[in-house]
Each structure stands twice: as structure tokens, then as C-alpha cells.
């Protein structure tokens, strides 16, 4: 049996539907249609000679400049970038196939490293760009899809892209999505990240709620980090490119600083993030705004059903559909309450991440949990931090989870930095965290080295 097509729900548009298709050795490209160079809309069309299709990625990368940097200095790029190519300001792809270039996340520009390996990578002899649109029942070339390289897409969104090794990783602004890939035949496997993508960021030890089980042993007589010190750090992460950080503490919305510290985040390019267990009706107007204006995404803490009905409440209440999520650390709480948390966040479609229990600080006594299989598939948008894949691998590797999707070990993409004690480690709850005073650095280039040790 083989399925050709599988379409979910009704077509509310039609479009171009272009793809960048790696052929199988044997395979030849189809025959050709012409096309206008620099116009490359709704019409069925096959680029295959190096020229055409350069001249296609130069008009996707036309495009971003154009809309990044104005029309001279766009002019002035090309040229450099794509010699001999007769690029012009007036070069489109249909915006519904458009490729969005990703920028390099420690300059903030569009990434010409990114540029030079797509470059190389269109070049190849087996590579071809193929035309058309969705309009009707049949695709253009449908036979070839099963062979597609899919680029992540998405109009007028902004991507950061990184290189380590041969692997590229893409990371979203605006919607937080993350792939990795590579552009060569054969890539070598990849361990570790050339800098840290996400830093998990503390900023407080002070918190005021007296979870029995607080691994970071937070309370009442805890400390804020300086201001100063805290943008100091901050500004080491911008320069190593770090994507997104987590605040937490502590309580990290007590702060006093706490707005200004995401907005300064923001200002630098690194999406800001933040845990919590204040609710947003007890938050301010100001936080409420910056976390429209500037903020990934929110996770707040909770502990059963009702509280997941609460936040979903204060969800539609303050219009934060897609910015809210839920943490749950299995093993605080008694077993079955698990279930019922996933099933309550389903229901009421909040994302939900279950959190492994920390046998530190104050989490000296988890709960038996006994899960039952294919707990994971009920959830909704359903995800668990490292710690949680190595507590119940048994579990994940019960409920068949593809490897694609789980991430093991500390460290290889992350690292924790405390501002409060002006120290780093793997993460939040390894044993060994080693000093990283702000005032001594300028990137994180020496601690991530440091910290290769750690990474198990
Ligand atoms: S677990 Fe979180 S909310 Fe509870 S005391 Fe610790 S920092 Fe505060």
C-alpha cells in the first residue's frame, strides 16, 4: 500500500507550493517547464542547471535583505554574495513558498555562512528546485514529494541559524520551534552545541511559597541578584549567541527588576522565558505587557486539576493563548495525580511539561510514582525536561517516544548560570557548579569550555 497524500482539515486557501528536492541516485529530474527568471509564482516550472538555481535562492535572499537592510545596501551584498548572478530588487518567490534566511544569532545579521552553505548545497547535481501549487487535486510532481527536504517556513517570521560542526540549528522568534539539520550527505554526529542555545538563568534566591520539595532551596531570607550583574550576564549570552534563556529564582516575578530584565533581554536579541507560581491576576500591568510584548513563554507551576482550570481562566481572560504552559514535577505529589493533570491540561489545551524530581536542596523525599503506560499519549502538547527522560526512560521507552524527539544529558545545548551566587554549571541541580564572576568575562567561549568535563 502507499499514500500519496493525506490532507487534515479544509482548504481554506489555495497556493504556490514550491520544494527543494534531493533526487535518489537513478532518479532524474522531470522534465522541465520554463520559467521567468526572478519571477517564481504559481507556475509549474524544474530548475536544474546550477545558474537557475542559484538564481532562485537568490531571489529568497534577495527578499530578506531587502526587507532587513533597504534597498542599497541589499544591492551592495548581492553583489558580493552572489557574483554572477544577475540578482534585482524586483526577484520574488511566491510568498507562500518564500524561504525565510535565517540570521546568525551572535552578529544579528542575516547569516552569510547560512547563505554559503545553502549556496553549496544547491549546487549539487542532484538537487533540484520544483515548482507549482496546490490549486487542484493533483500536485505538479507529485511523485517526487516523497523525496523533499523541508526547510522550516514561515513569512515574516524570524529564524536564528548556528552552526556546530556540520549541523545547523534553526531556532524560531516568534514561535519558539527549533530544528537541527545539516546541509552534507554524510554528517558527522554531533555531541555538543559550539555555544549554549538555552541558558537556564537564575536571577533570585528569594521565593515566599515553601515547596517542601525546593531543590534550589529557596525562601524568604533569599537574595535578589544584582541588577548590574544580571546585564552583565546577559550581555555575554547575547554575544555568544545564545537563542533563549528560562528565568527563574527564586520567585523570578519578585524580583523588583523583573520587567526590566526581560526587556533588556529582548533589546539584546535572546528571547526571555520564565517559571513561575504567581498567577497572572496577580500580576502587574507592566509585566503583563512585557510578557505580550517580549516573552516566549510562560510556565507556571501547579499542583493539580483545579489549578490547571484556573490557569486556563486566566488564559482566556488576559488573551495569553500561546504564551502560557504548565510545569508538574512528578514525584512531589501523590501518583495519581499525574493523570490527572495531563488529562486536565489536554482537555483544557495547555501545554504541559512534566519535570523530574531533584534530589536537592529541599527535595529530599519523592513520592513513589507509578506510571502507567502510555500515560505520555494522553497528553496534549505534552513535553518533560532531561531530568524526567532519565528518572523514566522505562517509560518513555515503553510508550514508544521516537528518539527523534527525546534529547538525553545535561549540557550539550544548555548550561545554568546563578546570578545570585555568580555561578555556573550543566544545570540547575548538578553538584558541581564552578564560579563565573560577571566582572571576568566578556562571552560565555571559556565557561562552556569549563564545563565540557561536566557533560555526561
Ligand atoms: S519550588 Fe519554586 S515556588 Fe516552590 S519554593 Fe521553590 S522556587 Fe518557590
Redesign the pocket.
Known sequence: MKISNVRLGFATNSSSSHSIVVLPKGVSAPLGFDVIEGEYGWESFVLKNQQDKLSYLAAAVGSSLLEFYGEDLAEIIMREWFRGIPWSRGWYIDHNSAIEIPHDPITKQVSQLFVKDFSRFMSRKDVVVLGGNDNSDRRDFEEYYQYEVDLPRGWNLKWYAQKSGDWWTMFCVETGAKMRFSFEENPQDLWRSVYPELIDFKITDY?????P???????RQGIHASLADIESYLEMMSNSGVFEIAL????PTLHPDFVKILRKTHSLGIVPNF???VTPEHWSPDLLQAVMEVVGGVAI?VEDTWEVSKLKAAEVLYGLRGKISAHF?VGAHPDWRLEDVIESCAENEIPLTLLGFKEV??GTDPKPQTITPSVLHRGWRLSVDTSFVEQYADVIEKDGIPDLLVVPGEGRFSMYIDAVSQRAGISSYHSDLVEFEPQHWTDLTDIWVILDEYVN
Do not use: A, L
Open positions: 521565593c515566599p511559597f515553601d515547596c520539595f525546593c531543590y534550589q532551596d529557596s525562601s527563574g529564582g527564586g520567585e517559571t513561575t507560581k507551576s514535577v536542596g529541599r
